[in-house]
């Protein structure tokens, strides 16, 4: 499935999605693999200040939906990115998901859990004209602009 599918697939026609793949169950010790990695905003927080840390970051955007009790008064959405290599090992997908995380601090603290599945949605917010993958070296270095914004240079 390609990305615009699977953005319609999830934002407009509200089929759910596990970012990571398992052997069997989804649990810890199945894992298989990982290339997508969904953020999941419920606070909140307007989808545009989302949308410009992910820029001021480098971290592009694939698709963002909104979620079923997403209101005017109150956004609640989705963002997901896409990851240039597939992740075969769990300890490297947590670190990953963590770093997203750790950037994106208004986020569900659920998301952590690779094996959370995300209920589709009522609509897209975004959709990327072109597929984005982020490399790993680029999630190291939007991890370093983001500490040096937070903690300043000096540490």
């Known amino acids: 499935m390609n990305y615009k599918e699977l953005a319609h697939a999830v934002g407009e026609a509200g089929c759910s999605f596990c970012p990571a793949v398992y052997h069997g169950k989804r649990k810890a010790e199945n894992f298989k693999s990982q290339q997508l990695i969904g953020l999941d905003f419920d606070n ?64 569900d603290e659920a998301c952590k859990d690779s094996a959370r599945l995300f209920f589709g949605g009522k609509g897209l917010r975004y959709l990327a004209d072109e597929p984005h993958e982020i490399s790993q070296g680029e999630i190291i270095l939007a991890l370093a602009a983001y500490m040096a914004d937070k903690y300043d240079n000096k540490h």
Not at 49 to 61: F, N, T, V
Not at 78 to 103: C, G
Request: hydrophobic share 45%; net charge positive; aromatic share 18%.
């Open 44 to 107: 909140g927080i307007p989808f545009h200040i989302i949308q410009q840390k992910a820029e001021h970051y480098h971290l592009k955007i694939l698709f963002a939906y909104r979620t079923f009790s997403d209101t005017a008064e109150h956004e609640k959405f989705r963002v997901v990115f896409a990851l240039w290599h597939k992740i075969t090992d769990s300890f490297t997908a947590r670190s990953v998901v963590n770093i997203f995380m750790k950037i994106f601090e208004n986020c």
